[in-house]
């Protein structure tokens, strides 16, 4: 199953049980990877987290059953995964602008149709990539938990790097690193239980024998086949436009799908803030 035929699944088994109480895990498992890989993709690629999806679909069919029928507001707020009129209320009027009592009056709605996955040609776009086999490896790292999709997840990885550089973090791990000429952030999706969040780790290459200092870990990275892609821009943002084009751009068409375990992004000495920055994703993958 591709990448395109896995969030089409998904978003099918989403519709297909709108009204029922949806479980992230099970929503996944129609893409077949992990929780925390099926939100991260899922929202690169549709610009929305997979809640908001679910909560707009929902206001949104609420909205015109109200206009239609004869169902009541509490029956409504029930139906659509609300446990009080008043919290529908709330969602309602955010989204549409106007409340469910109005609705009967002739109010205007606010659409919101269900996804339907396509790969779109655009033309033109290029991505420097290469397929590597590399052994396994030891790091040492710094990890925090991150939420997964939305806004202040947009942020607090920014934010963890800049503390990790006023704080004296990726000092410390340079100082402990068998080879300092580059640092890695690693993502890893198939640790928790927990479908909103996941681990991201600051990390530096070394030897097996490190002794982690107080706050830190060491863990191994295992063999895999990766693919190696070449990201040039200033961050966070050119990273954040490669993610994209991986997404919807290379896995849809290519021969390879990622393994859902990890995701690294490399990043090399030099000014991060410059436009000719060089920097790289590394995604495991299978044939």
Known sequence: MNLATGIQKAVDY???HITDELDYGEIAKQAM???YYFQKIFGIMCGFTVGEYIRNRRLALAGSELSKSNIKVIDAA????????????????????ITPSEVKNGGTLRSFSRLKVQIILKGGNSMNYKIVTRKSFTVLEKVERHTVAGEQNKNSIPDFWERAQNDGTIKTLLEHASDRSHIFGICYGNGHTDCESFDYGIAVQCAPDTAAPCGYRMNTIPARTWVDA??????????????HEICTEF?????????????????????MTANDYKSSIWVPVKK
């Open 251 to 271: 896995f849809p068409t290519s021969d390879y799908q990622p393994t859902y375990e990890m995701d690294i992004e490399e990043y090399p000495e030099g000014d």
């Open 78 to 97: 029930l139906k659509y995964g609300y446990e009080t009129p008043e919290s529908f209320t709330r969602a309602f009027v955010k989204f549409h602008g």
């Open 33 to 35: 990877c992990s929780p």
């Open 14 to 16: 989403i519709e297909e």
């Open 230 to 243: 070449e990201c040039i821009g200033a961050m966070p943002d050119a990273i954040q436009r490669l993610w």
